[in-house]
């Protein structure tokens, strides 16, 4: 990059997610600063300063920097998407909101952590656990992996993902909200059995040491049922407990492989990750290439599934494109739907949508109905944020 491209934000952006492997630190602070040594430094420069300082764990000189960007010009796209990210770290769930809501509201955290370039080697490390290789060869089928709430929550309690949102964003973070992460710091993934369930809450029972846990815990009507095992991320939340993530249910297959896991924890703290990751590889992200064409299909019939960009942007412009004509939220909600079948990040989607297909539904009908479900989760999800 020339120190004249720091004027043009699609420029920057393109630079900006070399920062790291492909471009070293050093080199690009050095042309930061050569561009401060102009009259009117551009807001690229101080863009890619506070790119370099998060990259160093240096959140202090992160809020500097985008705010001295912001200053040059405050509607510099790549600035504004990162004074974003930090207020959405400063801002806090509400004092209203229920025990379940606070502990999904600093998950989001956490995911939008995760994925923030600088996190992105210790991501992909951590899907790489499940493969035999170079991790770097397979980027594409590792970030599929990674876009997953299990994963995620898999990543932040055994994979050490907690601890490093700690240190580098706690003094950003509510004073609540940091306490609860730290009490957290030292839950890993249980491995309980589904005794009853309500609406919003389930009891529990510790499979080896039979402890009963009452937990806050909306699962899927059609997912875990009464008598079924599996491991969860049960976390406290002041004196609740409540579920975060997607829980992993044990099917016969896995069961003596589990209970091998748990005997080995002492030994192997990652013991149980390991098992979870491959399992979630092999069975519930559906990384095979069949299976993922199916999915692509469902949602986005006629799409080349090579090269799709299945972010929730991309899906959107692709949803836009096909639907003009649907009003926003209709567009919207079909890019919800899209990416959650695609990237299985909320498996119990697609789950649902092959139940209806294996009952004789056409793909229309099953699709329709997903989404229907889809709308009313986010619809009650909204109203607990309300209440």
């Not at 770290?89 to 229920?98: D, E, M, P």
């Not at 952590?113 to 089928?141: S, W």
């Not at 209970?259 to 559906?286: I, K, S």
């Not at 986005?300 to 942007?313: C, I, M, R, T």
């Amino acid at each position: 990059m020339n120190v004249t491209d720091l004027v043009d934000a699609d420029a920057v952006e393109l630079y900006l997610e070399l920062l790291g492997p492909t471009v070293p630190l050093e080199e690009a602070q050095a042309l930061a600063e050569e561009a401060l040594e102009f009259e009117s430094a551009p807001a690229g420069a101080w863009t890619v300063l506070a790119r370099v300082a998060e990259h160093r764990g240096d959140y202090a000189g992160f809020e500097r920097w985008t705010a001295a960007a912001l200053d040059v010009d405050i509607t510099f796209r790549p600035s504004v998407e990162d004074d974003l990210h930090l207020s959405s770290l400063r801002r806090g769930a509400g004092r209203k909101v229920g025990a379940h809501r606070r502990a999904l509201h600093l998950v989001d955290k956490l995911d939008a952590f995760c994925d923030r370039l600088p996190q992105l080697p210790a991501v992909l490390a951590f899907a790489g656990r499940v493969i035999d290789g170079d991790p770097r060869d397979e980027p594409q089928r590792l970030l599929l992996l990674a876009d997953n709430d299990l994963f995620l929550v898999l990543l932040a309690l055994e994979g050490g993902l907690l601890r490093t949102f700690l240190d580098r964003v706690g003094p950003l973070l509510p004073k609540g909200e940091h306490d609860l992460a730290a009490s957290w710091c030292e839950v890993r993934h249980r491995y309980v059995e589904l005794v009853a369930r309500e609406h919003r809450r389930a009891r529990f029972v510790d499979v080896g040491s039979g402890e009963a846990l009452d937990v806050d815990a909306p699962l899927d009507r059609d997912g875990w049922q009464p008598g079924e095992r599996g491991f969860a991320a049960i976390v406290p939340v002041e004196s609740r407990l409540t579920l975060i993530g997607e829980p992993m249910l044990v099917t016969s297959p896995h069961t003596a492989e589990a209970a091998a896991a748990m005997a080995r924890l002492d030994d192997d703290p990652m013991a149980v990750a390991d098992a979870c990751l491959r399992w979630l590889h092999d069975e519930q992200v559906g990384l095979a290439v069949a299976d993922y064409r199916e999915r692509v299909a469902f949602v986005l019939p006629g799409v080349d599934p090579d090269g799709l960009d299945w972010s929730e942007e991309g899906l959107l412009e692709i949803v836009r494109r096909r639907r003009p004509d649907a009003v926003e939220w209709e567009q919207l909600l079909d890019a919800i739907v899209a990416h959650r079948i695609i990237t299985l990040r909320t498996p119990h989607t697609w789950a649902r949508a092959k139940a209806y297909l294996a009952a004789g539904a056409s793909r229309e009908l099953a699709l329709a109905s997903v989404t229907y479900e889809t709308q009313a989760e986010i619809r009650a999800r909204m109203e607990d944020e309300a209440a």
